[in-house]
């Protein structure tokens, strides 16, 4: 079963450039709707690195469709603190900044 959010967990510093980088977007008025794409595009990736590691048989579009719909329902709903976070884990800090302040 895929999980997106399998390297979410973050570190502490991780974690406190998430809480800087959050600080930030709400700074630059980011809506979550901003950064729907940049989390869809992160499970997308994380899917095709998932498919192409996995040896079993398992179905590419299968594995695209479930990390989409964890991207919508377990990220992207929940806020723009999870948003953040998520993307802090998939992209690191510096790439999440990037983002954010294109969002803007």
Known sequence: MLDI??????????AAHA????ALAHSLGIDPIDL????????????????????????TDE?????GRQAADDVNNQGLDKQVAYLV????????ERIIRQAA
Do not use: F, I, K, M
């Open 36 to 59: 729907d794409e940049a989390v869809h595009d992160a499970a997308s990736q994380y899917a095709s690195d998932a498919s192409n590691s996995a040896d079993d048989g398992t179905d």
């Open 89 to 96: 884990a998939e992209y690191g800090h510096e790439e999440t």
């Open 19 to 22: 809480d800087r980088l959050l």
């Open 63 to 67: 594995l695209h469709d479930e990390a």
């Open 5 to 14: 959010e399998a390297d979410a967990p973050l570190s502490p510093a991780d």
